[in-house]
Nanobody
Framework: QVQLVESGGGLVLTGGSLRLSCAAS????????MGWFRQAPGKEREFVAA???????VVADSVKGRFTISRDNAKNTVYLQMNSLKPEDTAVYYC????????????????WGQGTQVTVSS
């Protein structure tokens, strides 16, 4: 069983930065692939970034060059550093976990956090 708790969301101006954190329970965190997804009102949940247990990562084209995913296995935490934020980045951001490699599809993740709101104002 894995429990995920996101934090770090908030209101930021266009061009600003935020760092999201996702704290995971459980002793097997280091063996899990971790992903970040987001969902805006009226839209489907979309992939943002994912990192494998070994640290290899994949990032969506829409955020490439602006967002970075990383993990600290000693702290059971995965991060999403978001720079140069745009109004279209506004969404609820969710952390997800599952075994295996980093993958871009929500249905491939079994464990989910409750989400944290990110609002980018122009």
């Amino acid at each position: 069983q894995v429990q995920l708790v996101e934090s770090g969301g908030g209101l930021v101006l266009t061009g600003g930065s935020l760092r999201l954190s996702c704290a995971a329970s459980g002793r097997t965190f280091s063996t899990y692939a971790m992903g970040w997804f987001r969902q805006a009102p009226g839209k489907e949940r979309e992939f943002v970034a994912a990192v494998s247990w070994s640290g290899s990562s994949v990032v969506a084209d829409s955020v490439k060059g602006r967002f970075t995913i990383s993990r600290d296995n000693a702290k059971n935490t995965v991060y999403l550093q978001m720079n140069s934020l745009k109004p279209e980045d506004t969404a609820v951001y969710y952390c997800a976990a599952d075994t295996g490699r980093a993958r871009p599809f929500p249905y491939e993740y079994y464990y989910w956090g409750q989400g944290t709101q990110v609002t980018v104002s122009s």
